[in-house]
């Protein structure tokens, strides 16, 4: 798409505004910056605190276990939210977890288990919309609000975390932040280092809900009717 005349527009906005026309935008240095100074001086485990006692609020099944107790955390998710059928993301992830040879045995079984592919985008929808679980790992995870940050591109698709009726994340405890500040900030530092970002970045915050006038809470509206978060501790000692 081609800007015509984008020049001119903008010369004549400033000269009924009888200012100069600004060619630069100057990020301002604020006197007070309290959004930093929440949760600021929190560690790991206690920014992991946070985020369980925000479970609570959010209505979102909440698990921590250790990197080798991953796969019975997620078994015991997939049962509780009745199998039947799941679609996954294409994460590089799932073979650093050991998670490929976990779907394959579950596919052998009696669960259907779809990874969303690059291509055949149609077939993933489809899939997805009758699909019981969806499953993706969390880029950044936002312990103030309880809030998963997933990059969406050709292998996760943002129908996983959308159209199937339950959802589980899966957060290496490493992704937790304390809140939207640190997250965006860090996005914004991945942009300036060159790294490409998804056209789409989705934040999730447990299940599906939306209140009326009265305020009365309706969980599973407009997608998944219930979530789990199982918290992996990353360390190599775990």
Avoid at 110 to 123: D, L, P
Wanted: glycine share 6%.
């Amino acid at each position: 798409m081609t800007i015509q005349n984008r020049t001119i527009f903008l010369d004549h906005i400033a000269e009924q505004l009888n200012r100069p026309r600004k060619k630069e935008v100057v990020k301002p240095t604020w006197k007070n910056q309290p959004q930093w100074n929440v949760l600021n001086d929190a560690t790991q485990e206690e920014l992991v605190d946070v985020l369980k006692e925000q479970c609570n609020f959010i209505h979102t099944t909440y698990k921590h276990v250790g990197k080798k107790d991953l796969k019975q955390a997620l078994s015991e998710a997939i049962a509780e939210f009745g199998g039947d059928s799941l679609i996954v993301a294409n994460d590089k992830r799932n073979a650093s977890y050991g998670l490929q040879a976990f779907y394959q045995s579950l596919d052998e079984d009696s669960v259907e288990v779809r990874y969303w592919e690059t291509e055949n985008q149609n077939e993933n929808i489809r899939f997805a919309e009758r699909a019981n679980i969806g499953i993706t790992f969390s880029d950044i995870t936002i312990a103030e609000s309880g809030t998963v940050t997933l990059f969406n591109h050709a292998g996760n698709g943002r129908s996983i975390s959308l159209l199937p009726k339950h959802y589980i994340a899966i957060i290496p405890k490493s992704t937790i932040v304390p809140r939207m500040s640190q997250a965006t900030k860090q996005i914004q530092e991945m942009k300036e280092q060159g790294i490409q970002l998804p056209s789409c970045i989705s934040f999730i915050s447990g299940p599906s809900n939306s209140a009326d006038i009265e305020l009365n809470l309706i969980v599973g509206v407009h997608g998944p009717v219930s979530a789990t978060y199982i918290i992996i501790d990353d360390d190599p000692l775990n």
